[in-house]
């Protein structure tokens, strides 16, 4: 572990740059990439770095980008072609190692130790990555190149956008113990309100710290954060088939207008729920637990979650208990503006079911059979070849929007 050469490749301004490969004039003038006002996903996903000169930040609203920058373009989101070049960029990663790990869309560890023979040490294979996805794709990416994931992360961050920085062994102290403890993965902003209530502030005073006292502020991830400050993260960057398997899966959606009804509420979340349904079948798992979340018009989340008669992925019976605990829930104080439902408690197909006395076994192997073959169509002619009826009351978004009928998810959305 001590000898490894991680690199951390952190695509520049990714949503934006993409835009600007289509719109080469916008390249020299602040631009945005934002959702729809007018279907109420009005946030700044991504800006350029003429934007950023004018403090336009991800994730605030557009009006108040707008504000600070009134010349700035306004572009929508085109998720197909973004998919596209991160594919195109974890090839050229890929040619390198079989050791990547992506982190979102436009990021990636990778572990390269074993290549170092056939194409150079770490500082070179991270020029070349870098030079190779600029002529190929048009794109520019910034390299962090260290012995751990941590710091190859924290040096992918330290100089934007086109570059290479390298956090090496022997200097990494005087190089990373001056950072703020935030700039660290793993900071966020509860954990540094944390940290800073026993004067931690920096990474070295972080790495100074007593391990217990960190562990009897923040619990566990305490002596985590201080493994990490420390220079002494080992954690493996996962290929593939090393990726642990997912926990849940779910999807949710903001509104285009305020649901006012139970009716508007069940068409909606029936179509969320066949996309939670799909995904379930895709990797082969049930759920044994369904969770919703809804948020009212005044911004204020409510949650719920109760578990299922037996493991399942049936649609019926996913949306049928989504359905009773809204109405557990939610008495129509106010209306709803965003809804979403999560499925967890995941156990294998294989595993042996319980039928429930209250419910029909050739019943469920009926839909089973069925859904089986509606998911087939669906692989194969698209998400929407085939759907529930009764989804079709949900208001129809505008085209290359993420609607209800086209719920598109990301791990994460950052420059």
């Known amino acids: 572990m001590a000898d490894r050469i991680i690199l951390h490749c952190d695509l520049n301004n990714f949503f934006a740059s993409v835009e600007c490969i289509d719109h080469p004039e916008w390249r020299d003038v602040p631009m945005a990439v934002c959702g729809s006002v007018e279907e109420r996903h009005g946030i700044v996903l991504a800006k350029n770095e003429r934007a950023k000169k ?9 009006w108040q980008a707008q504000i600070k920058c009134p010349q700035l373009i306004i572009a929508a989101p085109h998720y197909d ?20 790990e992506p982190f979102g869309m436009d990021e990636c560890w990778l572990d390269i130790t074993g290549s170092t023979l ?8 991270a020029y070349e990555i870098k030079e190779r996805i600029k002529k190929e794709t048009g794109l520019t990416v910034s390299v962090g190149v260290s012995f751990n994931k ?78 990490c400050a420390s ?25 285009v207008r305020d649901l006012t009804t139970n009716e508007e509420v069940a068409a909606v979340l029936l179509s969320l729920t066949e996309k939670v349904a799909s995904s ?13 979340h809804i948020r009212d018009e005044n911004f204020i989340v409510r949650e719920s979650q109760a578990p ?50 209250f419910y029909s076994s050739s019943r469920y192997e009926k839909l089973e059979r069925l859904e ?8 194969k002619f698209g998400q929407d070849a085939v759907f529930h009826a009764a989804a079709m009351n949900v208001p129809a978004p505008k085209k290359d929007s993420p609607g209800l009928t086209d719920v598109r998810f990301m791990a994460k959305i950052a420059d």
């Not at 403090?55 to 609203?61: F, L």
């Not at 090839?91 to 050791?99: C, F, K, L, M, Q």
């Not at 809204?326 to 319980?354: D, H, M, P």
Request: hydrophobic share 40%.
């Open 280 to 292: 379930l079948r895709k990797n082969n798992v049930m759920a044994t637990l369904v969770q919703i």
């Open 54 to 62: 004018f403090g336009v930040k991800t994730a605030e609203a557009v």
């Open 372 to 379: 089986a073959q509606v998911f087939n169509i669906c692989e």
């Open 81 to 100: 072609k973004y998919v596209y070049y991160s594919k195109a960029v974890r090839a050229i990663y890929e040619s390198y190692t079989d050791r990547v």
């Open 308 to 357: 299922l008669p037996q493991p399942t992925r049936i649609v019926e019976m996913l949306f049928s208990l989504g359905m009773e605990l809204f109405s557990k829930t939610w008495k129509w104080e106010c209306n709803v503006r965003s809804i979403g439902i999560r499925a967890s408690g995941l156990v294998e197909e294989q595993c042996f079911l319980q039928y429930s006395l």
């Open 231 to 255: 220079g002494k993260d080992n954690s493996p960057v996962l290929s593939k088939s090393e990726m642990p398997p997912a926990k849940s899966f779910g999807r949710s959606v903001t509104c």
């Open 150 to 227: 941590v710091f190859a992360k924290l040096g992918s961050d330290m100089k934007k956008p086109d570059a290479v920085t390298v956090i090496d062994k022997a200097h990494f102290k005087s190089v990373v113990r001056p950072l703020p403890v935030q700039d660290m993965i793993g900071v966020g902003k509860a954990t540094k309100r944390q940290l800073d209530s026993i004067g931690v502030t920096t990474l070295g005073e972080l790495a100074d710290t007593d391990p217990h006292l960190l562990r009897l502020t923040l619990g566990k991830a305490g002596e985590q954060l201080w493994l």
């Open 118 to 125: 056939l194409f150079g040490n770490g500082e070179k294979i």
